[in-house]
Structure formats: structure tokens, C-alpha cells
């Protein structure tokens, strides 16, 4: 099937659109899939059952790969591609592979970024798929968080109407004779904000249930984008041998999810409004994985899509666990850097599977380097400075201070590293020697340049064959810190080791609210810190390597369903918005009916 | 395949669980439809590619059946269960039939009203898919309306924050070397709302764009049930002979929606905004129509899902395109009374499709008769009073003078029409007798007593003989109105003649949004009124068949994309909202992972 690759490398679209794809009953027959595991979703994607892990409970998982990078530029420093490109490599070596990505939010697609489904001779196809609706997940998600956004406001107005006796007169049935308890919902405490995938900067701050008594309760009220909502991070971290019990698991987290407070300070849950069962019942399809393909022919499994910034930022355990039982090499991605997406994937995501990592693979940029050891800024939209396009040793050796700092972070997990230096055509031999003399020094097991956008898998066969050498070496994977220290210690750990801060600085509100969470029983649960994905530390302004900040809480709020304190530090914005120019006005049906301009 | 039938009748659910499906595949294989021409979705929905229209296109269309029914009680008077149970009673009499119905809402799915997929013994299945995502088109009719919500909020923000020369230099690119033109947007006017699939009041008036000068522009805004949008109506419009026609009629459709007016007062488009594509785009696997299966193992399409009292309350003209081709006896169901979705399925869905309908069938209970006839309020969720469980010859005669009206108006049209009672237990022999008698001394072909619901096709043998008969006829058919008659006028003749209004009244708000219309050459279109589904007037509180009443448009909207002038009648809700004990409270996932409460 593969693409004939030509040179110069065409647009990612002129790519995707001349490859023969798969039917992916037939790709998925060669993984040992059956037509009963598959849910069809039209000729090119379809979802596995989860009940597949069950069929398959006795065949060994696959070696375990995690990608992450160093600090990205805001152009990004191809970690999907890479992804997607050594999966790729590993087949090239004639190893059964699969990757494991996530689902893009449609918000930022039609922003700025236009589509992405890895770029280049490493793509995952068909791309007006995996960019735009896939096979609904993310609608699901939006859908069963607004009705619990619904069932909340209207609560809080028809309690309102009917005080005293007359609320549980008018609540009264089969079911609840008495009637239904009053929440009391104390509108200033609400967390539960809407949700909907697109960049709608005019919802962050809205007053919700205006107009007369029968139209609601009004209050300030917001908008997030629907990848960060707690049934999104629910979605990535259900857990189950079959579907069965992924979908008591998910119908577990959705009923402790905790919306606001009592005015007497209790925590009000979906399972107090009564609305945890209809939400679970509106997310059972999309709790099955999903299945595309690479440009040369794997198995890309795509489901869920949390950011890493402001939400855990991995793709779901479940596509994990299922592609352990298919392919003997899984590469998964964590998003954004190493102290982001990585720091999570361990903490959070293997914890709650259970899955033990058999390698690290690191991606940098020269690049990324150059502007590390203090590069002009880079602007997307905007011409590179000649300082990214000209041999510059200077620049790479100071700015090389960050990719040491995620080799050690990385191996602060004890599981073996590689780096893989995604190389672009002006990366001269010399920067590339010199980075991988850096990162071998570090502690790297391999430091290997990587050409998979421009030569697909051929490309990343030396990447591919360090990796596997890498998931021969005893990986001693070890968790950060222990669930059952006290929610500071544990932010504190995080912030010294991992981000290399000197202390962490709590708000009086941050204080108050963990003190809080302990109180009521949420202390013992993983941290997800939302912080900036253009540093170390909580400011994007300091590149390299920084060290000896105060890495401030700001506030802290408890993912009680998903299963993690999330602490946010610094103004964190969870609702994008549109640009002057948005990608959108390039996106259109041409008169044959193809989409154009999604990239 | 089929159920095998008990008494008494079990619940909707069990029946509909305990149903063994035929595969899709397999159905459509005896529809000739081929593997190629459809899209699975699972093993049990499938979408039919446009481009079968094409393949099929020397085909002769079969018999088209349109079900309206009298001025309904608030319980429904059982039309898509008729519209099922013909289907399946075609089916008995060995004729190859399609059933073609609307996409619920999920809205009152979860508030009020429970699943509905008909009921009984006459149900399209698999249920949970019909009343869940189905194929993910509402999701895509939301996607695609809230991306142009945003980038119209978007626009008059960077507008605004961007004054003088400074918004063409920003905007500046290739294809805009003198940046983007100022539309100016005033907030005002502004009639293009957000929508979601949930009954959520509290969005009914909001207001957006708060917080700083980067968050959007504070104004008033608000939140319609995505049924409601205009991109839905454009779905359920769009025509074609294949799949590119097809897509290139929504694209022009949607590049001429209104989204309000500049402070010059010229109309704003989708257009202006650059998204007219993106949201082409982003319903372009919408566009295929949607198959399920009747309980007895026919075809139902199920596509696009327009209410009938605030839009135009008709399933997808190429849903029904598709099913002539394939079947000799299609049964397509419109909205509420024959005032309202038949109204408007001759008047504005005939004329798109350029469909001749063949017979009209009218559903009536003997319950929704009584209640015209005087009989005492009818209560969703609480018990019937005894006037409608005992014989009562008096209200039933009193009350049949709605069903004449309804006989006279589907005669207005000039198709032949059969009375389809839809019979209960408690009916008696003589009850229907006197209904009999009427309908066919007002003119109706035939009135035939029906128990699909209880005995599935078996029960509507007789009216399925009826209908075959009926459709033997010459169909006269004609539309109420020509285009190019001036607006006012064509509300009138709806008003008088349909709803039987000595006259109407224009507010002088309709009266200028009318000549604003003619004059931006909105002119020629039909007519779609808002009204409500309790009585043939607009108020509901009048019951039977009311006459010279004065009929009141207090407002006018123009549909532009979809292609229909839109007046108000009252106040008519566009958000509906829940109930103090929802119906999501009964629905959950039980130890197995099957869905419960859903009905």
C-alpha cells in the first residue's frame, strides 16, 4: 500500500490523499483481530471491543514505549511524527508495532494549527478523520458533560421555586417517596463549568440563567474546551480486562465526580444530582478504543485527547492495554515535555494501569536547542531567524543544559533513554555529533538522528533499532513519590526534582483548599499540575535549564472522578480562543466534494 | 428474525432488547443495496452513500406515503409507531417498504419523554443507537453551528480591538493582500444563537464575552436545542443526485445564512465569515442518511431531526430520495398536526425535493378526539380521567370536528387521504364506528382501525391495504401557495385556509422585519410559521376546530440557508428545559453493561 515517496516532500495533505489505505478489517485481521473484535466505523476506522483484552488474556503484552520531548518551541518539536515515524522504523526492521496518539481537539484545528495526524512520509491516515469527528468520542464527552452542567443549574432553580415542604412534594415518587434531599448548592462554589470543542474565547466568562424564574438560576458561569473536561481525563484512565468492567470503572468515576459545595460545605456529586448513570450511558461506545492506520500500513490506535497543560495529557490505558496484546513494540505519546505529559504518563496513567514502561524515547530539535541556549523567539507564522538555519555550535551546546535536565528527569523513573533528534534538513552533521556526545554523557543509552518526515520509516530505522536495544536493558520503574504523603509533600517533590524548583509558594486559597481536599478524603489521590509547556518552571519567559525558583500554587482544585489534585500555577486559560485570521477561513469543499485546507 | 409476540405487551425496552437483528449489511443486501454503497457504523447502522442516487437513477421511485396526524393531546397520539406499524403491515402483505423518520433529540430524551422509537410491537431498533448518538449527525449540526458562533463573536473582537488601518494590517496575507474587509457586526441584530443537544434553560439568555478585552464582546446572547439550528433545516433540505451534488447544495446553503446585520444594515453571512466551508465541511459524512431496521426486519432510515412547532419538522429530503429508490412503499412521518409538518412537508419539502406525494395518512386516537370534544385536561405522567378509558359517543362526536378539519386540509393539497386509528384496548366498537363514519363523510378515502402498537405489522394489515389502495388514486397534488406572492400574503393563505384564522395581525416589529426581507431579495421563499402543536390556532388552550380567531405574528426571521421565511406566533420556546425530576434520573448501565431507563 505504502505512499511512492518523491523529493521534494509534497504537503502533508497531497500525501495522505495519494496513499492506499488498508481496509481496516484486513490491517486488523494481520494483528490477529477478528470481524467480532472490530466495530466498524465505515472502510478505513473502526473501535476494538474492549472485550478483546479478555479473548486475549493469555498472550504476553509488547514492549512499552513512551515518547516525550524535550521543552518544545511553540512550533512544537514533532513528537507525534516521531511517534508515528518510529513506529514506522520498527516495521521497516520487520517488528510488529502499533502507536497509540490521541484524539486533536477540533478547537485548535480551526484556530491556528490547521489539522495534524503527524506530518510528512509519517502520517496517520485518513487524516479528515482522525482531525475532525473520529467516531464521536469527543462529542460524547461534551455531550455527557453539558447534561451534567443541565441537571446542576436545574437543581439549583427548581429548589429555589419550591421552598420549604413544597420541594419534596413536588419531588416525591416511586423511587424517592419522600421525595429528592435538597442539595443546597452554593452557586459560588461550583467547578463544573460547560464544555464545547471549539476555540469560543467569548464563553470563558459568561452570566448563565437570566430572563424569569423558570429560566434558570443566575449566576457567573464559563466555558472549557471539551478536551479538558474530568470526563475526558475519566475517558483516558478507566481501567477493566473487559468492557464489562472498563464500563463499571468509568461508571464509578463519573459518579464521584464532585461539581461544587453545599452551603454547608459538603461536596456535591453527579451521583447526589442523579445524573452519573445517564452520563456513563452516553459515553459506552466511546469507551472502545480506536483504530487508523500509519502511512505503512500499522495499526494507530487514537483515543482520547486530554491537553498535557492543563489536564493529564495521554492517550487512553485502555488503546494501551489492547495494543500490548496485538503488536510486540507499542509507542505511546506523552504530551508536550518530559516534566508535562511524561512526569504524568508515570505518575498518574501507570499507576492506574498498572503497565510498566520498557523505554523512554526523547525527542529534540536543534531547533529547540538554539533557542534554549538564547535563539531569537520563535513566532509561529513567522520566518525562522537565520540563527535556526545556520550551523551555530554556541547556541546548541548552552541550550543542550534542557535536554540534560529531561535525560535525568527521565531517568529519575529508572527506565532506560533514548534521544531521538527529529532532524531537519539544515541541522548540520556537526550539531547533531554534538548533541548526541551531550546526551550520551547525560546518561542516554543512544542519541540517533531521525528522518522519518522526509523518508517515512526508512528514515527512523536507526531510532527504531536503538529502541529496541533500549527495551532489552532491566527497566527499575519506580513512582515519583508515594500516594500516601501529604498533597503539599507531593507538589513539593514534583517542583524540586522534576522541574527543578528551590521551594513551592501555596496561595491562602490553595492552603485552604488542599486542606480541604484532605479533609474530605481526597488526599491520598496523584497530582496533575497545570503549569506552562514552554519551561521547566511555571514561567514560559525562562528557557534551558532553570533552577532556584519558587514555584507558586496559585489554587488548587480536586479531579475527584478522573483521580487527581490538579494544581494550577499560574493563570492557566482552559478555553482558547480564535485568531484575527482563523485556519478556518483556508477549509472548503472543492468541487469534487474533497476537503481542502485542513492543513 | 422477528420478536416473538406476548400478552400482555411488554415494556418498550424488553421488546426491543429481546428482538434478534438482521445485520445491516444483510437488510440492505435485500434493499440491493451493495456492500459499496454503504458506511457501517458497527454491525447494526450503516449510513447509504448519496451516490447510490446515481447508480440507482433509472430506478422508478416508489409510492410516497406521508403520516400527519389530528391536533395531538400532550401525550402524542402514536405517529411514529403508526408510521412503523404501516411499514411492517406493507411488509405482511409482501410489499417491499421503508419507513423514513426523524433523529430524536437527545434533549427530551433525558427530561421528559424517555427514549421513543416508536412502541410496541412496531419499533425501530437497535433502540439505544436511535436514541443516543446514532451516527453522530446532531453532534456534527452543533460542531458546525457553534464554530461559526465563535467566529462571529471572534470578528467583532478583533474588529473592535483592532481600530482604524490597524485591522487591515493585521489581517493582511496572500489571499488577502489588503487584509480582510470590517463587517462591522452590529450586536443588536445578531439572530444566530449557540445551540446544544441538552435541555438547558439556563442557557436560554445569557450573557457572553465578559473579562478582559482579549475575552470576546459583552452582549447579550443565548443558547437553542440543536434541532433548532439552521444547519439542521439545511441537512433536512439539501438535495442532489449524488453524494458532490448533493454537498455542493449545503455548501451553497450555508454560505447564504444570515448570521445578523452591520451597522449599514447589510446582511452578514457565514460567508463574510470565512466558515461557510469549515462548516460544510464539517458536515460532510452528515449528509448520508441513516438505516436501522423496523422490528419485523425492514428498512428505516432515520435522518436529520428538525422539530415541526419551531421549524420545519420534516426528515431529510435525501433520506426519502434514497428509500424511493430502493423500495416500492416509502412512509415518511411529519411533525405534529397535518397544520404543521404536513403543512410545511408539501409547502416547503415537496417543493425542494421536486417529490409528488402519493396519499396522505392521518392518525387519530379516539382520546385526542374526546379531549377536543370537551373532555378534561390530559397530564403527561399522570392517570387518564375516566372520560378516556369509558365509552362516550358524545365527546367523541363533538371532538371529530378536528379530524374533519385536519381531512379538509390534507384535501387542500389534493392527495388522497386514509384515517389511520390508532386503536387501545379501551376503544369501543362503537367509539371507532362513529369515528369511521365521519372520516369518510368528510371526504377521507378510508378510516381503518389499527393495533400495530399490540400486534405489530399484523395490526395494521387493514390500513396497509388502505394505503396500497389509496395510492392507486390520482394524486392531484398541488401546493398551497405560489412563491412569488408577497409574504404577507402567504402567511395569510396559510393562516385562513390551514389553521382557519378570519385573519392575521402583524406587530409592527414583523411588519418592518418583512420589508427589510423583500427588500434584501428574501422574497420568494416559503413560508415555515412557528406555532404551537395543542390547537389549530395559536392558542392551545382552544381546542376542536376553532374559527375566526385572529392569528398574531408578533416576529419574523429568515431561514436564508435553509430557504424559508420564518414567522412567530407567540412565544415560542427554543430551549426547552428539565423538569425537577429529569428522566436521566431512571437511566443507567446495570452489573452486565446494558443500558436501563432509557425508555
Redesign the interface.
Known sequence: MPVVKTKPVPSDLEIAQSAELIPIRDLAATYGLEEDDL?????YKAKVHLDVLERLQNRPDGKYIVVTAITPTPLGEGKTTTSIGLVQGLGQLGHKAAVCIRQPS?GPT?SIKGGAAGGGYSQVVPMEDFN??L??DL??V??AH??C???L??RM??ERN?PGDR?AK??R?E??PNG?PRLNINPYTITWN?V????????????????DK????PR??GYDISVASEVMAILALVNGNN??EA??DM?TRIGRIVVGYSFEGKPVTTEDL?????M???M??AIHPNILQTLEGQLAFVHAGPFANIAHGNSSIVADKVALKLADYVVTEAGFGSDIGMEKFFDIKCRASGLTPNAVVLVATIRALKMHGGGPKVVPGYELPREYVEENLELVEKGAANLVRHIEIAKLYGVPVVVAINRFPTDTDAEVALVQKIATDAGALAAVPTTHWADGGEGARALAEAVVQACEQPSNFRFLYDLDLPIKEKIRIIATQVYGAADVEFSSEAEQQIKAYEQSGFGNLPICIAKTHLSLSHDPTLKGAPRGFIFPIREVRASVGAGFIYPLAGEMKTMP??????A??????D???N?V??F
Do not use: C, Q
Open positions: 466495530i466498524l466505523y465505515g472502510k477540533m480551526f475532525l469527528h467516531t464521536g462529542h460524547a461534551s455531550a453539558n447534561l452542567a443541565a441537571a443549574d436545574a432553580m427548581h419550591y420541594w413536588r419531588t415518587s423511587k424517592h429528592l460547560r464545547v470543542d471549539v476555540n469560543d474565547r467569548a464563553l470563558r466568562n459568561i452570566v448563565v440563567g437570566l430572563g423558570w429560566d434558570g438560576y457567573e458561569a468492557y464489562r464500563l463499571r461508571r442523579g445524573v452519573a448513570g445517564a456513563t450511558v452516553l459506552k461506545d480562543g480564535l485568531p484575527a485570521t482563523p478556518f477561513m483556508n477549509v472548503d469543499i468541487e469534487d466534494g476537503v485546507g485542513l
